[in-house]
């Protein structure tokens, strides 16, 4: 079993956008130092639900800063981007790394930023999957050209070529999956998943039993190491867990989440912030070390899913969230083993 953090750089009320990125920033720090395996990035645009706008920029700085932990986006927002660009970045870091480097893709939302960054609503609607075509060829191939519906340019050489190192032949590249077609697009693909931490244990298992069909109808092996995200609490007991989490989340995600604009102006309706919380700590590790171990150990034997992504931001306090990270690695992990 793996365990890793997901930072969201996340602005709570009351804080700027500088002590978001210095608390994702340590959080990384202490992961490497109290054994965790990974840190998973979130990017997000004009909210601060998450301050990072480029995850991939923060996992160059991440990995400069450490020598084992493998830090990974989660994720990178697809439409956004040109994947030619991505996958550019993607093979640097890789290389540069010695291998440390995931790079999780999205579809992101029908948020602004599509009109901001030129996409439009078409590219988060109809074209991801050209999308991730396209960045998976350049990854894989010595020379690519795109003659597609977004994306049409003339045959060049994939410089640099991220099949350098003789072990780790390519970033691992792994898919954000909210919907059966997005699980079917990443089994077809024969791509791992991400899972969201708003799913518990069954929704998980039923949506890796549909990745394994879609998987082997195309003709792939049915495992791959998917990764699911949560949200972790390490407490003395799990009154207390619950405790800091209700009574720090539920104003930042009401910050946070309500700050989202959709480019087409269409009605959202948002979680209400405290029946979340509460239900992301029935669902996830948030409780003294014994019952995070065995809340990870349970969700792994019933989705098969060993690989974990954990908010430990959720107090909003950097000394808090230094101490979460601390707990997680020196008291659940060793009763993992």
Not at 38 to 59: D, K, M, N, Q, R
Not at 165 to 189: F, M, N, W, Y
Request: proline share 7%; hydrophobic share 45%; charged share 20%.
């Amino acid at each position: 079993m793996r365990v890793g953090a997901f930072v969201l750089a996340a602005q709570f009320p009351g804080q700027g956008p500088g002590e978001a990125l210095h608390r994702a920033v340590r959080t990384t720090e202490v992961a490497e130092e109290f054994g965790l395996d990974s840190v998973w990035l979130a990017e997000h645009h004009f909210v601060p639900y998450g301050v990072c706008p480029s995850a991939v920029t923060l996992a160059a700085h991440l990995l400069g800063l450490t020598r084992r932990i493998r830090v990974g986006t989660a994720v990178s927002v697809l439409p956004n981007a040109h994947p030619v660009a991505l996958g550019e970045q993607a093979a640097l870091l890789h290389l540069v790394s010695g291998g440390r480097f995931s790079l999780g893709v999205g579809r992101g939302g029908p948020w602004v930023d599509l009109e901001v960054f030129g996409a439009g609503l078409k590219a988060f609607e109809e074209g991801f999957p050209e999308s991730l075509d396209l960045l998976l060829s350049w990854l894989r191939e010595p020379r690519v050209s795109a003659a597609g519906e977004r994306f049409v340019f003339r045959e060049v050489p994939v410089v640099p070529r991220p099949d350098e190192l003789v072990d780790r032949p390519g970033p691992e590249v792994i898919v954000a999956c909210t919907s059966p077609t997005s699980v079917k697009l990443a089994a077809e693909h024969g791509l791992p998943m991400l899972l969201g931490m708003h799913c518990g244990d069954q929704e998980k298992a039923d949506i890796v039993a549909l990745w394994r069909t879609h998987a082997r109808a195309a003709g792939h092996c049915p495992e791959a190491d998917h990764v699911s995200a949560g949200v972790a609490q390490i407490a003395d007991d799990r009154a207390e867990a619950v405790e800091t989490l209700l009574k720090s989340m539920p104003g930042w995600l009401r910050q946070g989440l309500g700050a989202h604009v959709t480019v087409d102006d269409r009605k959202r309706s948002m979680r209400d912030p405290v029946a979340y919380t509460e239900l992301l700590c029935t669902l996830h590790p948030v409780g003294d070390p014994r019952l995070a171990a065995d809340r990870l150990a349970a969700t792994a034997e019933r989705t098969g899913i060993r690989r974990f992504a954990l908010l430990l931001e959720g107090s909003g306090d950097l000394s808090a969230t230094e101490e979460n990270v601390q707990r997680l690695g020196g008291e659940v992990l060793p009763l993992l083993d």
